[in-house]
């Protein structure tokens, strides 16, 4: 498995309802090198054609509009090949029975810290075919 550098222009598309914890993810991830594009919705996220340049996708699993587990095949109906990492409240068996089952990259705990989320991105995306 590659690492991934700490510096990198890897795009990341990032969807959270809540504006604070959005904004301070999307700096968060800019001061590591990401090039972030945040989304308040899925709605916008998937209206965005830019947002399918994005090698990983960070995704709220509570989006109103539709769930975390359907963004990813909605996404892939648009033709998208990254990763996508869903956030969640609780890891429950079955939970992780699904995503893995649809092909998330990861789920990532809301409120592990920033040093994690960011690792698991690195590894995700050192899945993708360069």
Known sequence: ?????????????????Y?????????????????????????SLLAD????????????????????LEILQAMRLQGWTGVMILLVDT?????????RLLGFAALVPRDLPDRSLIEAIRMAIAELPH
């Open 91 to 99: 890891i429950t068996d079955a939970l992780l029975a699904e995503a």
């Open 19 to 43: 504006t604070a914890v959005r904004h301070a993810r999307q700096l968060m991830l800019r001061a590591e090198g990401f090039d972030v594009r945040a989304y308040v919705s899925v709605a």
């Open 1 to 17: 498995m590659t690492m991934v550098p700490a510096r990198t222009s890897i795009q990341i598309a990032l969807v959270d309802g």
């Open 49 to 68: 054609p830019l947002a399918r340049a994005s090698a990983c996708v960070i995704a709220d699993v509570d989006m109103p509009e539709l769930g975390g």
